[in-house]
């Protein structure tokens, strides 16, 4: 049982306006009360705003605030709290603070006000993660999913399953109490059926996984291609300004260059790199590596050729020279007023044996100087992202956390084993541990199943005084 009072501020540092110190604990109120003389904040109503002076221990005021209380078990941790509303002077928040140590509470740990408030049952385990994404969410679409995520989306499909499991889970346990007797209370065909179903939302939601993660960290997009291919003149159209060098010099792009632009609500994080060619000095070498890097842990390709320059054995060549299975490509074709009557399929067509299927949608000819054709280039980023759905579905679950991925693979497979085992009679002593421990797996994730490290090493990376 927590004994003790935290308190912290929950604004970033840095001067500002407002600041807010948090006090959460037995005794949040009493501690405060003191020191609040326009009101007895003990008798106080609870989550009513009071105004009036804060002093310190001499009588002297350290700044007019708003003072507000809430009782156990109506607040966010679901502990008896304070919210102190000054002037966001650091002087006054970190008196503010003093003035809570000396009278007993302690420094907040990170994450620790969610960390009660998981450990008071205010929030399960996956909600207080969505605390976490909400705060750091930097596009529509990763506010949208961590939103989701807050109201209970994820918590929803989790206990949704594992009711369904545990039904039939106790007829099997069941069957194990009675052994000797050779009796069955579970149907195996219906709980054949049951696991199919809830393998088959397991895989939607371990699908979606690669969009929501994608979503929530901004989506890695590589502009590479040969050198004065334009990509430095298509990162300054996408951004709508002026950040990289434009030159008709080869090799102007030494290094990468990583700027973001939000395109459909959806945070893009674009590199231009160094054109991809034979160096003819150490620097433009390091460059050609970085670009080769860049692309190895990307999420998206935009690869850049010059539609004068470059014939398609040469776009072949280097397009399977940055291959990677599970990475994106939106081919440009620039340069189109040099050479306007450039087909998609002149390079793609039947003579094409890459590595890449590359569908005419993401073959997209410009002339980036001119910044034509710009707006079906962010249309087919955005659409490649979202797979085509050009948006997110504000009701539709989407898994963002590689925790919550990682637990629903391994119930998956153990949620497989126990098919197999019906399929070949297998006995139930064996089908009962494996549903058990997918059960386990997906209790993971709302925290019904938690380990202190695990606890420790979610709740560090919050942010003080959440």
């Known amino acids: 049982m927590i004994q003790d009072t935290i308190i912290a501020v929950a604004t970033p540092p840095g001067e500002g306006a407002i600041g807010i110190v948090r006090l959460s604990g037995p005794d949040a109120i ?27 221990p001499t009588g002297e005021a350290i700044d007019e605030v708003v003072v507000t209380t809430y009782r156990a078990p109506a607040s966010y941790t679901g502990e008896d ?29 990170p994450g620790e006000f969610s960390q009660r408030a998981f450990l008071n049952g205010k929030l399960d385990l996956s909600q207080a993660e969505a605390v976490a994404d909400l705060i750091a969410s930097r596009s529509a679409a990763a506010h949208r999913i961590a939103l989701g995520q807050l109201r209970g989306g994820v918590s929803n499909e989790i206990t949704e399953l594992r009711t369904k499991l545990i039904d039939f889970a106790s007829l099997i346990e069941l069957e194990l109490d009675f052994g000797e007797e050779d009796v069955e209370f579970a149907d195996r065909r219906q709980l054949s059926d049951l696991v199919a179903r809830i393998r088959k939302r397991i895989e939607d939601l371990t699908t979606s996984f690669r969009l929501g993660n994608a979503i929530k960290e901004g989506v890695s997009t590589v502009i590479a291609g040969r050198p004065n291919a334009g990509k430095s003149t298509l990162l300054n159209a996408l951004l709508n300004e002026d950040r990289a060098i ?64 470059t014939d398609p ?5 280097d397009l399977d020279r940055l291959y990677r299975e599970d990475l994106e490509l939106v081919v440009v074709a620039n340069k189109m007023d040099l050479n306007p009557y450039t087909k998609y399929d002149h390079y793609f067509g039947q003579d094409y044996a890459g590595k890449w299927t590359v569908p005419p949608e993401r073959f997209i000819p410009m002339i980036a100087s001119e910044r034509s054709n710009l707006q079906y280039l962010r249309d087919t980023l955005l659409d490649t992202v979202t797979e085509g759905r050009g948006g997110i579905d504000a009701q539709e679950v989407i898994l963002s956390n590689a925790r919550h991925y990682d637990a629903l693979r391994r119930a998956d497979l153990s949620l497989e084993r126990v098919a197999k085992g019906l399929e070949t009679g297998l006995s139930q002593d064996f089908i009962a541990m494996d549903i058990r421990q997918s059960l386990r797996d997906l209790a ?18 919050f942010c003080i005084g959440k």
Do not use: W
């Open 30 to 56: 009493r501690l405060i009360d003191p020191f609040f003389p326009s009101r007895e904040l003990l008798k106080a109503t609870p989550r009513r705003a009071y105004f009036g002076a804060l002093l310190d």
């Open 81 to 109: 709290a304070v919210e102190i509303s000054c002037h966001g002077s650091p002087f006054i928040l970190q008196r503010i603070l003093q003035l809570g140590g000396d009278a007993g509470a302690r420094p907040a740990g």
């Open 246 to 309: 434009v030159s008709d010099i080869p090799g102007t792009t030494r290094d990468t260059i990583e700027e973001a632009v939000n395109i459909g609500g959806i945070h893009f994080r674009l590199v231009d790199t160094a054109g991809i060619r034979d160096a003819s000095d150490a620097i433009e070498a390091m460059g050609v590596a970085r670009t080769l890097q860049q692309v190895a842990v990307g999420h998206l390709l935009v690869y850049v050729f010059d539609v004068v320059e």
């Open 313 to 317: 054995a040469t776009l072949a060549a």
């Open 444 to 461: 993971e994730i709302t925290g019904e199943i938690s380990t202190d490290d695990l606890l420790s090493n979610i709740f560090s990376n």
